[in-house]
């Protein structure tokens, strides 16, 4: 049984190991110029599933260490605190950009009728 317990804990560890590198490859993911936020969300989805098996291990009996707050959870923590902001950046930028797509479409679609160029000729009747 404690044997049991104890690759429970290992296997614990293993996926706070995960979780904080997937939290670092999202920080740098995100710093990136030409950053990819769908590669933000396949990483956010790992880091879910990650999530997710640590509770199942923790349910088996997997204890919680408290070196583990200091080793993952505050780097996970401070990494989160720059990240998070600069997605929401990010995201604010490209919702700007996708509105401005969407305002010049239904401009373009406003005037389509107009789009025969003028002969580009004045005449003067008053002479």
């Known amino acids: 049984m404690a044997n049991m317990r104890e690759n429970s804990i290992e296997a614990l560890e293993l996926l ?4 904080l590198h997937h939290t670092r490859e999202l920080a740098q993911s995100v710093v990136k ?10 990483l956010l ?5 990650v999530k997710e098996k640590m ?7 997997a204890v919680f260490r408290e070196e583990w707050k200091q080793q993952y959870l505050q780097p996970i923590l401070q990494i989160d605190q720059r990240t998070i902001p600069m997605m929401e950046d990010r995201k604010e930028q490209l919702s700007e950009k996708l509105n401005q797509i969407q305002r010049g479409k239904t401009i373009n679609q406003q005037y389509r ?3 025969s160029a003028a002969y580009g ?3 003067d009747t008053k002479k």
């Open 16 to 19: 706070f190991q995960q979780l």
């Open 33 to 42: 110029e030409e950053a990819d936020p769908d590669h933000w969300n396949e």
């Open 45 to 49: 989805e790992k880091r879910e599933l």
């Open 55 to 61: 509770e199942a291990e923790m349910s088996k009996g």
């Open 113 to 115: 009728g107009y789009s």
């Open 121 to 123: 000729a004045f005449f």
